[in-house]
């Protein structure tokens, strides 16, 4: 469990699948991120419980400090230990739960876990360019803006271009 002062990051246990599967079967959760379809109750348990045989991607849930509940997830995906990099994405799922500071601390508890216990070097996402309040929390982060896809996805009917952002260790560098 990697603690912070409000939230920790820990494994994604059985009991968060109904909450995960209810976040990723709303359309306005997966608007944040892809077109919205239907998803399947067993395509979901593998996808959330069967990570161990996948060194390439680590999921952890966001809980509040003395809780069980889960409020979100942190997802490490595409790590590349050769080039020391990996993606990085995020989730706090239901709307009350967002503005509260739990997504900026999981996403520091993430960088961190991935410098101190994944070797990595260069931490990478992107994120729809209408979302300013995400793009201000990665700034924030240290992510700098590496380009914007222009009309990359097609979501609700209209084009998104998604930014590419990335955040290189400070002492890593060449």
């Keep these: 469990?990697?603690?912070?002062?409000?939230?920790?990051?820990g494994p994604i246990l059985p009991d968060d699948l109904p909450r995960?599967?209810?976040?990723?079967?709303?359309?306005e959760i997966a608007r944040l991120n892809e077109p919205y379809l239907p998803k399947s109750l067993d395509r979901e348990h593998d996808f959330w419980l069967n990570t161990a045989g996948d060194p390439r991607r680590v999921f952890m849930a966001v809980r509040r400090n003395g809780r069980s509940d889960i409020v979100g997830y942190v997802q490490v995906i595409?790590?590349?230990p050769i080039h020391r990099s990996a993606s990085l994405g995020i989730l706090i799922?239901?709307?009350?739960?967002?503005r509260r500071g739990y997504g900026r601390e999981a996403m520091q508890l993430a960088?961190?876990?991935c410098w101190k216990h994944l070797n990595l070097t260069r931490l990478s996402l992107s994120v729809h360019d209408d979302n300013a309040s995400a793009i201000a929390l990665y700034e924030q982060l240290g992510f700098v803006t590496e380009g914007v896809q222009r009309q990359a996805q097609f979501i609700a009917g209209r084009w998104i271009d998604v930014r590419l952002m990335a955040l290189v260790h400070p002492r890593r560098t060449a």
Excluded: Y
Aim: no cysteine; charged share 30%.
């Design 1 to 9: 469990m990697l603690s912070g002062r409000h939230v920790a990051l």
């Design 20 to 27: 995960l599967f209810l976040w990723g079967d709303d359309p």
């Design 78 to 80: 595409a790590i590349e």
């Design 111 to 113: 960088i961190d876990f």
């Design 93 to 98: 799922g239901r709307v009350e739960d967002r």
